[in-house]
T-cell receptor, first 113, second 112 residues
Framework: DQQVKQNSPSLSVQEGRISILNCDYT??????FLWYKKYPAEGPTFLIS?????DKNEDGRFTVFLNKSAKHLSLHIVPSQPGDSAVYFC????????????FGGGTRLMVKP | DAGITQSPRHKVTETGTPVTLRCHQT?????MYWYRQDPGHGLRLIHY???????DKGEVSDGYSVSRSKTEDFLLTLESATSSQTSVYFC???????????FGQGTRLTVV
């Protein structure tokens, strides 16, 4: 059973607008969450993370929101740029569960000029 | 960026042959991971390690084994390759809990 889910396989937004990528999880033991960006033929690169003791973390154009009661997190990109077009993965880990790092299925973001 | 390299980058092998993929990191990270990426499935964890000689299974471990005899190296072995193991394999490492993991460039494996 998938513990981390990204229910939207793709998202298309206009340049300059906000992109919102969503992620849901089922394991209440997860206490650290990350977002990665992946271009074709490259390894994923880290974008931003959030600990379960926080509900928001911001880094430049990227903001991650965590709603623990809903077991939901989201990544906001403002403003979106064509170079942001990539596949985005959310990931989660539980510090008291062997430090597994579990990923969602990914969302392909297309930012149109 | 963390120094994490995978070898080989590309490999074609025949069904039934054993294959070993290597992951090497120079950051003295404690934790290392092997994933496979397939269309529609995202990144699925095969095996992971939380220290030298300490490894555990992930969600898709059947047909794979791993070894970690040194901090810097994490080997993934396909005991007897099958066509269903054709995939792109990624290795990752991280220092500790609540830190980001760094990924290698990937190995594209084709089993014919």
């Amino acid at each position: 059973d998938q513990q981390v889910k990204q229910n939207s396989p793709s998202l298309s937004v206009q340049e300059g607008r906000i992109s919102i990528l969503n992620c849901d999880y089922t394991n209440s033991m997860f206490d650290y969450f990350l977002w990665y960006k992946k271009y074709p033929a490259e390894g994923p690169t880290f974008l931003i993370s959030i600990s379960s003791i926080k509900d928001k973390n911001e880094d430049g154009r990227f903001t991650v929101f965590l709603n623990k009661s809903a077991k939901h997190l989201s990544l906001h990109i403002v403003p979106s740029q064509p170079g942001d077009s990539a596949v985005y993965f959310c990931a989660a880990s539980a510090s008291n569960a062997g430090n597994m790092l579990t990923f969602g299925g990914g969302t392909r973001l297309m930012v149109k000029p | 960026d963390a120094g994490i390299t995978q070898s080989p980058r590309h490999k074609v092998t025949e069904t039934g042959t054993p294959v070993t993929l290597r992951c090497h990191q120079t950051e003295n990270h404690r934790y290392m991971y092997w994933y496979r990426q397939d269309p529609g499935h995202g990144l699925r964890l095969i095996h992971y390690s939380y220290g030298v000689k300490d490894t555990d299974k992930g969600e898709v471990s059947d047909g794979y084994s791993v070894s970690r005899s040194k901090t810097e190296d994490f080997l993934l072995t396909l005991e007897s390759a099958t066509s269903s193991q054709t995939s792109v394999y990624f290795c990752a490492s991280r220092w500790s809990v609540n830190t980001e993991a760094f990924f290698g460039q990937g190995t594209r494996l084709t089993v014919v």
